[in-house]
């Protein structure tokens, strides 16, 4: 089985619960738990209602609900947003650059369904791979240290 993951990833700093509910669209409350690593925040079968977050003085890794898109795109720096299905061959995704939309493209079943813009990520390109060497470059950790962060869990009120 394949992933089924939403994701943002942005070169902002997100360190508190109130600009994650604002990027987001909801409220949040905290999750009582040890820090969940990677495995847990990009399951695709979990609670709904639950935001996985990582976040250093680079940028922030965010893992929403799947399909929950984020809700008011960030007015300064980069932020991405993707949604890979790998059960229904749909990959999604949007880059932001000081808030104006740059590049949007939308695959299902291997056919370009939506494009705007042009660079970054190009009919043909593996999407997710592409995703995770921007979140490398943007967060500055190695493919093997993603696996091993302390991601902040917290749950939809």
């Not at 820090?35 to 977050?53: C, K, L, M, V």
């Not at 250093?56 to 949604?83: H, M, R, V, Y």
């Not at 740059?102 to 291997?110: A, P, Q, S, W």
């Amino acid at each position: 089985m394949g992933y089924n993951i939403t994701g943002y990833a942005t070169n902002a700093s997100i360190q508190s619960k109130e600009d994650l509910e604002s990027l987001c669209g909801v409220q949040l409350s905290d999750l009582e738990s040890e820090a969940p690593a990677y495995e847990e925040a990009t399951a695709s079968f979990r609670e709904d209602g639950q935001f996985y977050i990582y976040s250093n003085d680079k940028g922030s890794i965010i893992f929403p609900n799947f399909g929950q898109l984020a809700q008011n795109i960030p007015s300064s720096g980069e932020f991405i947003q993707f949604i890979v299905s790998d059960v229904s061959d749909t990959h999604y995704f949007e880059m932001y650059n000081n808030g104006e939309l740059t590049r949007k493209l939308i695959l299902t079943d291997g056919e370009v369904a939506e494009e705007y813009g042009e660079g970054f990520i190009e009919e043909g390109d593996e999407v997710f791979e592409k995703v995770w060497d921007y979140i490398q470059e943007t967060i500055g950790v190695s493919e093997a240290d993603i696996m091993e962060l302390p991601f902040r869990a917290y749950s939809i009120v």
